[in-house]
Structures are given as C-alpha cells and as structure tokens.
C-alpha cells in the first residue's frame, strides 16, 4: 500500500508499520501516545518545522513541540474518542509561518493518536 | 565545554522566542507575516478561521476584529517607535455558533521603515478575576458606608435618648419637690392657728379656706403621683430602646472591629470597678480570684467587658431579689492546656434547672422592667468569640453560677 496523506482507512496502515517506514511517506507524521507524548516524529515533519526528531521523541507535543497547535482546533480535537478530520493550519519553521494542511487521527482501539502534515 | 559559536546562540535564542507563552508576530508594513511564535499561532489561528482568511496577513484579521487598532497602526508617521503600548481589546467572535468574548492585550511596534511588531496575549481570565476583584471592592466598600452610616445614625438616636432620659429625670426630681408638701404645710398653719383667724373672718369661712387648702394640697400629691408613675414608666421605654441600641451597635462594631488578643483578668476588674459604687450601696461583696498569669484569649475588648458587665448586673439583681444575708458575688477563672474557664457565681434566687435553656432565649426575661435580650445577646457575643457561655442553678433560692470557656489565643 502506498499511503497518501488523504488515504481513507489510513489509520489502521499506520498502526501495523514499522517507524523507519514513516520516514518513507511524502507527508509529516507525528505519532503520539493518547497522553499526547511523541512516540516517533519524521523526517519530512522534522523538515516542515526545523525541529529535530531527537529533540521531539518523548515530549509533550502540545506544549513542548508546537504549542501553536495547543487551542480547540487541534489538541482540544484529541479529547475525542474517534477523531479523522482534517484542516488548514499555520506551523512555524522556527518562527516563519508554513502554511500547512493538517489531518488529525484517532481512534478507541488504538494507543496511539497521529496528526499528519502537509505542506502546501 | 565547547563555546558555543554566535550561530548557536542565536538559534537557541530564536527556540526561546518560538516557544514564550506571549503571542509575537513580525510583519511587514502592509501586515504580511514574516515570523510568528508559537503561541502567536494559537492564538491568531483561531480568529482567522473564524473571518476565513488565509492566515498570511494580520491587517486583514485586524480589519475584521479591531478596525480602530488598525488605523493607529496605519496612521502612525514616524519611522519607528511605540504604536500602541499595552493596551486591552475586547475581540468578539463566534465558535460552534457561540458569542464568544475575549480581552486581548497588544503591544504594536514600529521597528524600522518595513517591520511591525505585534506582541500580545489572551488575558480573559485575569480580566474577568480583576473584575470580580473590583467588584467585590466596591460591595465591600458599598457595606462598609451603609454600617457607618446605620452605626452614625444608632450613634445619634443613642445621644437624643439619653439627652431624653436626662430630662426626664429632672423633671422627676422636680415633682419630689412638688408644692403639695408646701400646701400641706400651709394647712398644718392653718390648723394651728385656726383661733387666730376666727374672731376675724368667722369660723365658717376659717373652715372652708382649711377645707379648700386640703383639697388643693390632696389634689397635687395625686397628680404627683400619677405624673410619677407616667415618669417610672417612660424611664423604663427609655431603658429599653437604649439596651436595643447597644446591641445594633455592637451588631455594627463587630463588622468592622478586628480580634485582639485580650487579658480576661483586665476586662473583669475593669467591669467591675465600673459597677462596683452599684455593688456598694446593695450591699453586695465581691470576690475575684483570676491568676495574674492568666492566657490571653483573642476577642472584642468592649464587647468582652459588655458580657461581664450584665452577667455581674444580672447577678446583682438576682441577690436583690433574694432576701439572703449573704450577699456576694464571686469571680474566678481556671485554664487548661487550650482552653480558659471563667465561673461567675452568685447568691441570689437562682432557677429551676429545667429552665436553663429557657434563660437564653430571646425575649425571655423573668425581671418585671427586663427586655429579655441581656443573656441572648451575651451568649452571642461570646459565640462569636468561639467560645461558650452557660448558667447553672441548684435550684430556685440556690444562686446560679455562670461559667464562660474560652479558647486560649
């Protein structure tokens, strides 16, 4: 399968791939814990955000890595159960704005969440 | 340890910025973004979904949200300096169909020819805490001027009525000296002297003039009498309004006054030198033994003392009423590790012990001119004190014992 940052069912292809595949996509991914801890953070992420995926493993995402993501529209998105949605968003390579659209995935059966990353 | 090289330092300094829990935002003089933090994006991101704009220019969310903000910064001529020096905005928007209020503060920079700086936050919570504060003040300050104003008032009914009972005391003392004594000499003159005024206006009119000076003089004595009574009874009104007043007024102080630590021992032999020429002339004796290294407990000074005073009046009618010998009230106080117990005892008709509880009730009096909220009031006072007050009787004729607990300070 060659996943697509808008592949329908992606969830449950993430869940059942080894981290070094991640770093194969074409799109950012972080990988969390459902407390919202990195459990992995990819290459094409660490080049959207200029943060080192050493750095991100084992932080808090929401206030440690993009605290910009830290409002309803996206962590407050997590304290749901099932979550597949998608949005337009604005990252920070450091502090220059990116533009960037964000899928936001979760679900019950699952430990971990994700939130994929593309860049316009 | 290496040096770190400038590039370094930098690059660690820009990690900072990005991560500051206060919104930055670069822009160009036309509000294009150039570079934003973190908590800039939480914040802005947000705003702009709501008005729909693609997130790449801040003049048009301003344009949007604060249109006056946005004419400063455009009216603003110099080169550089201080556009708006923070300054709080309320920004209205809507999430899932809900007006939402929020209170921003910005502060706009003008860095160069081509560089804004916005610098701001959300501080909602702390202006919604500070209003709640200021509130609160002014409730409080609200209060404050309406007990002044109740404790100016009681203050003032408080002076007319002594200023009344003064006076009527006078006249009272005028009607002891009424001419009905006089008039009763005169006739005791008369009848002594009724020989002498025979032989000149006949005996019938002697008798008649004796008989019309009796009269007059019988006349004023009941007058005097009843103008008395009248007297008696507006003295005891008078006596009734003024405890009334003492009470408010304490209700009032005790808004206002704060706790001291207070020595039992001072406010006992203060209370009673006050009392103690009434003492004297019932024939009472007293007998205090409070240690002199007594603890402190904390408390109202005057309040204190307004206990002990009508726990000791109390007592002092009670002996009256009781046609005993002995005639003595006794004071002593004991203490604990936490605690100070003050037993006040009396000879006098003491109570039934079924009626113990009675004796606290509101309006309960068993005094003839009594207004029945002497004891209530006590035991309120010493409550309020965290601390207890009791009486006790062996029984009707047996004394009573009055026995307060405090907690030490």
Redesign the interface.
Known sequence: MNATFSTPEILGWLENQEPNQYDELSFGIVKMNTDGQVVFYNKQESQITGIDPAYAVGKLFFTQIAPCTNNFMVSEKYKQIELDEELDYLFTHITTPTRVRLRLLKSASSQHQYMLVHKY | MEKETIEQQLQKI??I???I?IG?V?TDLQGT??????????????L??QFQL???NVFELLEKIRPDLLKQIQQFQSESGTIIQQENYLIEFN?NQQQVNRFFYFTINKINADTISFVFDDITELHEKENLIREAMQEKAVEQSKFEMASGVLHDIGNAVVGFGSYINRIKNHLNYSDHKNLLGLWGFLEKNKQHFEPGIGSAKTIAMMDLVEAIAKNQEKNAMEANQIISEQMGIINHISEILVIQRQYIKGHSVERESINIRSIVNDSIAMIMPSLVKKGIEMVVDIPINISQVKGDKTRMMQVFLNLIKNASESIESNELFDKKISIYASQNTDIVEIKLNDTGIGFEKSDAEQLFKRGYTSKESGSGIGLYNCRSIIESHQGTLELVSEGSGKGATAILTFKIA
């Open positions: 820009i990690f910025i990005h991560q829990p930055l670069e973004l150039k570079q934003m933090n973190a908590k800039g994006v939480q914040l802005l991101m947000p702009f979904l693609s997130g790449s999430i």
